[in-house]
């Protein structure tokens, strides 16, 4: 069993930073893959990005060039720098671990932007 735990959220303005950090335990094992979705009032869970156990990264559309996803795998903890802040970024935002048949949902850390 994994266990993940998301920090880092909080309110921020139009145009500013957030990191967010998520700490996995248990059951680790590698060629795993974390990722991170994020969920908005009365919207679906939507996929923001992800890395491997090996460092290779993917984004979603509508982050791609502003968010960094980043691991280090030797704390079990995947981050996502999220810069140039827009207030469509507001949601609620969930870390995600899969590894074979094992699939894991930390219950996610609150981003709100706004002025």
């Known amino acids: 069993q994994v266990q993940l735990v998301e920090s880092g959220g909080g309110l921020v303005q139009p145009g500013g930073s957030l990191r967010l950090s998520c700490a996995a335990s248990g059951s680790i094992f590698s060629g795993n893959s974390m990722g991170w979705y994020r969920q908005a009032p009365g919207k679906l869970r939507e996929w923001v990005a992800s890395?491997?156990?090996?460092?290779?990264?993917t984004y979603g559309d509508s982050v791609k060039g502003r968010f960094t996803i980043s691991r280090d795998n030797a704390k079990n903890t995947v981050y996502l720098q999220m810069n140039s802040l827009k207030p469509e970024d507001t949601a609620h935002y969930y870390c995600?671990?899969?590894?074979?048949?094992?699939?894991?949902w930390g219950q996610g850390t609150q981003v709100t932007v706004s002025s």
């Open positions: 890395i491997t156990s090996t460092g290779t990264t």
């Open positions: 995600n671990y899969v590894q074979y048949l094992t699939t894991a």
